[in-house]
């Protein structure tokens, strides 16, 4: 894959195979044509298949917290990349995440959950815990914008083997419960639905 690559504790950045020396705040380097086009059909990709997306400013971190960063997303499930505002317009384009568009100013650093919808918001949190630089300005889901103060309520969301113990709990609980439980979900829905209206009509 073209493109910078952070690494070593030298203060050397590896550019397309080349050590060039680094600040100690993440920096871009100019692309060309081709890389440019490699990183747009990179980001696409995910951006097609993955469940959710956050964007977060950067600035000010340094290229060591930011690598510590990477190494957590990867554990997680997570794509987490720097990627210049034009192309990351042009990668969510025709995605569900194409609502973000407006909002790509800024240096962001995109991050989207591969495994299961809450990991990206999951990471986010947790990083911006200890680094209070990380500022969180996009959260999407699902064709959908949340609030930034909303990346708390996706964290939440259950993992995937979470979900997968879930299910198999309904599974196990006896045949009653479970046609019980089907049942009342047709309901809640209806009820969910008409509460938001209903707030809407209010506000």
Known sequence: MTGTTFGGVFGLLVFNGTQVPRCRE???LALNFEQKQAIVAEVAEVAR???SAVAAEYRGITVEKMTALRAEARKNGVYLRVVKNTLARRAVQDTEFECMTEGLTGPLVLAFSQEDPGAAARVIKDFAKV???LKVTLVSIGGQMLAPNELETLA???T????VSM?????QAPIQKLAQTMNEVPGKLVRTVAAIRDAKEAA
């Open 131 to 133: 680094e209070d630089k």
């Open 167 to 171: 299910l198999m709990s309904v599974m």
């Open 26 to 28: 993440v920096t871009t």
């Open 160 to 163: 995937y083997d979470q979900a």
């Open 49 to 51: 298949t993955a469940y």
């Open 156 to 158: 939440k969301l259950p």
